[in-house]
């Protein structure tokens, strides 16, 4: 037999377990041209919450009763089609299933001889992509420049922050906890770090770190730490919006302080971001990535939890910051 997870409600405010469904269905068998994938392992994404309200976005929502799914690295372990073979390793967005086949139509084959498996799903998967384009092609950061990053023990802030650290800039972290803030400067070499549980006036603490203000402004969390730091955004500065996990459990429209006159007084660009606009860039962007993470310019950390039944507890667990780097689920 095969487990299955599915959508069970549509959570108002914070998911919980009972969101979910086990399920089990037969092991599937593939056809002509199909394979059967094992998963090997699971990327759960604060985005996915979005998911599961019935809400217009930029990607679909999941249907209730159905499998969830994201992005996974899993093994051929049979195979009807001509250009996989068994034993192969691919990556694709597929179901929360111990066992599925696919056409192979949407998967990359991966190599483990180059890269741990799991970092195709993190530093060399959408992950790396992230943050390599939006740095790139909206914050366009140039040495000397001053480079926020919110969520920045994060997946993705942390290698934003390595990629403006490379490319000359002076990165400041905001992320959750002093040790995480301690991280930031000891293993991915950020310059300096804020610990927001900790401040109570992000404004003033951004002042004190950002004596000239600040260029750049990865923002992966938005909400009240958002608001501090565009209180010291430069003339011209870029604001990236990649994430806005304060609000993604929010059960009404938040309401803050009004971003226009400030955008007018610095002629100030901020620009919703969603990787998958820039599919034209990512063979440009893995190719760079692994040249970095090939000559140790690039470190990456992962949180990695053992067993299919903990992926939904795991996925829950991104809410109250138990990652560092990527959060992963190893079937």
Not at 7 to 21: C, K, Q, V, W
Not at 183 to 207: H, R
Not at 267 to 278: D, P, W
Request: with cysteine; glycine share 12%; aromatic share 8%.
């Amino acid at each position: 037999m095969n487990t299955v997870i599915t959508l069970a409600n549509r959570p108002e405010g914070r998911p919980e377990i009972s969101d979910f469904n086990f399920e089990t269905e037969e092991k599937p068998i593939p056809d002509d041209g199909e394979v059967l994938l094992e998963t090997k392992y699971v990327s759960v994404d604060p985005y996915m919450r979005g998911r599961m309200s019935d809400a217009e976005s930029y990607v679909a929502p999941f249907e209730l009763g159905e499998p969830i799914e994201g992005g996974i690295v899993a093994k051929v372990v049979e195979s009807e089609k001509e250009d996989l073979i068994e034993g192969d390793y691919v990556s694709g967005r597929l179901d929360w299933k111990e066992y599925q086949v696919s056409d192979g139509e949407e998967l990359r084959k991966v190599d483990p001889e180059v890269a741990p498996l799991s970092a195709y799903l993190g530093i060399l998967g959408m992950t790396g992509l992230t943050a390599y384009i939006g740095l790139t092609e909206i914050g366009k950061s140039e040495e000397g420049e001053t480079l926020v990053v919110s969520g920045a023990a994060g997946a993705v802030g942390s290698v934003v922050g390595q990629i403006g650290k490379i490319q000359g800039c002076r990165v400041i972290g905001i992320a959750g906890s002093d040790e995480k803030v301690e991280l930031l400067k000891s293993k991915f070499g950020f310059d300096d770090g804020i610990n927001y549980k900790t401040t109570d006036d992000m404004g003033a603490a951004i002042a004190e770190v950002c004596p000239d203000g600040v260029d750049i402004y990865f923002d992966n969390v938005a909400g009240e730490i958002s608001d501090g730091v565009h209180q010291h955004i430069n003339r011209f500065g870029r604001i990236i919006n990649c994430g806005a996990i304060a609000h993604y459990n929010a059960t009404s429209v938040p309401t803050g302080p009004r971003v226009e006159p400030m955008l007018i007084k610095k002629s100030a660009l901020m620009k919703g971001f969603i990787v998958g606009n820039y599919e034209e860039k990512f063979r440009e962007a893995v190719k760079q990535l692994a040249q970095w993470l090939g000559e140790g310019k690039l470190e990456y950390s992962e949180t990695i939890v053992e067993g299919f039944d903990n992926i939904p507890q795991t996925f829950l667990d991104l809410f109250d910051g138990k990652n560092k780097g990527k959060m992963l689920v190893k079937v």
